[in-house]
């Protein structure tokens, strides 16, 4: 890895946008093939899929790609990698980049593993020498036994990305772009990967990858760029946009699943909850509470024939995943009478073991008997903090 | 990407194009002759056993040799032009997802195929003079001249229609026809003589019947070295590679977008 150029960004993107024509007719087809021809912009319909993305990676900086599917993140690899051409706006490269945007994509099916290493290897700009100089680790490390002599296409799809990675592990460019290559294979080759990759990055290399696994992301990224829509959303370092992109990801689920208005009315033939309120905040806003903060919950609960009702108080996830439930019924707990049919309760969970993220509290009221769940009313609170475990509880734990 | 690895990626596309063509096939390499051969005997049950075409009134070699000394050289070119417009669709999986110099595609296949397409012309020319028909020897150079005039030819056309084959499927559609029309334009089941006068200047403005005649005159008549004609032929396959080449590089950096 050349050492020229140490202060200036290994890549520049600025402005850069990518559209896809959209042909209705084999007339705009023609008419866009013309443009082409003339070097002219053509406006034809046109599909944006990335717009004014402007951004640097310097050496050493990994970078991280997140954003849902198709928000523009493997086209962003595409155009970054000179497989796509960026319609607006300029990319400068400095230093050798290489690009694995699929494992195994220059494979031919017809030829064993061995007499594909050799393409593969051309097409990654690999001489000769330096092939035979990398084939013995490339098999090596694929670790796929006698079927490196066998034809490709009696491969699993599991040993088509052993290989592929294997390929790519020849490679020592200053900038690494992959396309959701560590989401394949099976988990001791993943781990391997991983492993490839840390020393890859420890020796001074610096990668641009593109991963649905934040534990990924930040494991091996310091920065990462949230794609939405073809654009930047957010730019910051792994752990705050992962972060943020996770929490608007589970805030998103649960629209999807539409949250249930809280029942309003009072009175009623049913057991219902007639108010609630997280730590005694009257706000719209979600509470947030510290990591390893104090929620108090409380409520009051219609009961329609007088008779004490049982109450149980849920935390899920902002996209619905439970964490835990507690209730009254199980625990002996008896609820206030207020005033005729109306009864109290009020739940102090101390010391959340809670990782920082968008949760929901739930209160149900149930029949006296425990038997029957009604109506639920749902606030949302925040857990503010810098863990970067992942999941969605810390666990008490010490390493020896 | 350097020129170093650049030749080196273009060898092993060659390779694979050459392997590709044989790959699981029990006879292998001998299509590559058997093919044409066929052909020849076809030819030559139509013209000299069914409708009696007599020898052409100015050469001394049966019909069957007059008519392979041109079919090969018809063969290199067409097989070529083929193979190298399909060439860039046909690996649209490596287009899509690695970045390399397009037009190496299209050279590999033009020049596996036009490899293997002499190789046969060589044995056919071989045959023939162990069979005791007098070949001119003398007229190899312009043999060899008109051979790579004519994968000029090729490869430009190849650069031009294959960078248009990625956007107008209908390139492909198009092109078989077009190539069995040429066939009877030029030169190769008949001779330029046999033309009619008012006529043959038209024909002559074809630069593959003027390439082929040249193949076939040379070893037939031992005329060693390119004529006015051949070489203006030669001029025109040369601006139309660069035509080709210019028109491929204004176009592969969208053949994604297409593919």
């Known amino acids: 890895m050349s050492a020229a150029g140490d202060d200036l960004p290994l890549i520049s993107l600025r402005g850069v946008g990518k559209a896809y024509p959209v042909h209705a007719s084999a007339g705009s087809q023609l008419a866009s093939l013309w443009a082409k021809l003339r070097g002219a912009p053509h406006a034809a319909s046109r599909f944006q899929a990335l717009q004014d993305i402007s951004f640097d990676i310097q050496r050493g900086a990994s970078t991280a790609l997140v954003g849902v599917n198709g928000a523009g993140k493997s086209t962003l690899l595409k155009v970054i990698a000179g497989v796509a051409k960026p319609s607006s706006g300029e990319i400068i490269t400095r230093g050798r980049v290489g690009a694995l945007l699929e494992l195994g994509a220059g494979f031919h099916p017809e030829y064993t593993g061995r007499e594909n290493i050799g393409l593969s290897c051309a097409l990654m700009g690999l001489s000769p020498a330096q092939t035979r100089q990398h084939v013995d680790r490339i098999i090596d490390f694929a670790d796929i036994g006698s079927h490196i002599d066998q034809p490709v296409k009696h491969y699993s799809s599991g040993m088509v990305v052993r290989l592929g990675f294997a390929v790519a592990t020849a490679l020592t460019p200053d900038l690494l772009i992959t396309d959701e290559v560590l989401s394949v294979g099976d988990e001791s080759f993943q781990r391997k990967c991983i492993t490839w990759m840390e020393g890859y990055l420890n020796n001074g290399g610096t990668m641009l990858l593109c991963s649905h696994s934040m534990y990924h992301v930040q494991k091996l990224c310091a920065h990462a760029l949230w794609i939405e829509g073809g654009r930047v959303r957010l730019?910051?370092?792994?752990?705050?946009?992962?972060?943020?992109?996770?929490?608007?990801?589970?805030?998103?689920?649960?629209?999807?699943?539409?949250?249930?208005p809280a029942a309003a009315a009072a009175g009623g033939s049913i057991y219902h909850v007639r108010?609630?309120?997280?730590?005694?905040?009257?706000?719209?806003?979600p509470v947030v509470l510290p990591e390893r903060?104090?929620?108090?919950?409380?409520?009051?609960?219609?009961?329609?024939?007088d008779r004490v009702p049982q109450i149980a108080v849920g935390v899920v996830k902002l996209d619905g995943t439970p964490v835990a439930g507690c209730y009254s019924e199980m625990d002996g707990f008896v609820m206030r009478k207020l005033e005729p049919h109306l009864y109290a309760y009020r739940l102090v969970l101390p010391r959340l073991p809670l990782l920082p993220g968008a949760y929901v509290a739930r209160s149900h009221a149930m029949d006296p008997e425990g038997m029957r769940m009604f109506d639920h009313v749902e606030l949302r609170f925040d857990v503010a903090g810098q863990a970067r475990e992942t999941g969605i509880c810390k666990l008490e734990h010490e390493w020896s | 990407m350097n020129d170093n690895s650049s030749w080196w990626l273009f060898v092993r596309f060659a390779q694979r194009e050459v392997s590709n063509r044989f790959a699981g096939s029990l006879l292998g390499g001998l299509w590559a002759l058997l093919h044409p051969l066929a052909l020849l005997l076809t030819y030559n049950f139509v013209f000299t056993s069914v409708m009696r075409v007599r020898p052409p009134p100015d050469t001394t070699v049966p019909f069957l040799v007059f008519l392979a000394l041109a079919l090969w050289p018809w063969l290199v070119f067409a097989d070529s032009l083929s193979r190298g417009t399909l060439s860039v669709v046909g690996n649209a999986a490596l287009v899509k997802k690695i970045p390399f110099a397009h037009e190496l595609v299209v050279y590999a296949a033009v020049a596996a195929s036009f490899a293997l397409q002499v190789a046969g012309f060589v044995v056919v020319l071989l045959f023939v003079t162990f069979s005791g028909h007098e070949l001119h020897w003398t007229g190899l150079p312009l043999v060899v001249y008109c051979l790579l005039a004519l994968a000029c030819l090729a490869t430009g056309l190849a650069l031009l229609l294959s960078a248009l084959q990625v956007f107008v499927r209908d390139v492909e559609q198009g092109l078989a026809p077009v190539l069995g029309i040429v066939f009877y334009l030029c030169p190769i089941v008949y001779t330029m003589t046999m033309v009619p006068d008012w006529l043959r200047p038209w024909v002559w403005l074809n630069p593959v019947a003027v390439l082929i005649e040249g193949v076939r005159s040379a070893l037939l008549k031992g005329h060693a070295w390119p004529g006015q004609m051949e070489a203006?032929?030669?001029?025109?396959?040369?601006?139309?590679l660069v035509l080709g080449w210019l028109v491929f590089r204004r176009l592969s950096p969208h053949f994604e977008e297409a593919l």
Request: overall charge negative.
């Open chain 1, 235 to 260: 730019s910051g370092s792994a752990a705050d946009v992962t972060r943020q992109y996770l929490a608007w990801h589970d805030e998103r689920a649960a629209e999807a699943r539409k949250l249930q």
């Open chain 2, 232 to 240: 203006l032929a030669g001029l025109a396959c040369i601006g139309v």
């Open chain 1, 293 to 305: 903060g104090t929620l108090v919950v409380t409520g009051t609960v219609h009961s329609p024939d």
């Open chain 1, 275 to 285: 108010s609630m309120l997280l730590n005694d905040m009257h706000t719209d806003e």
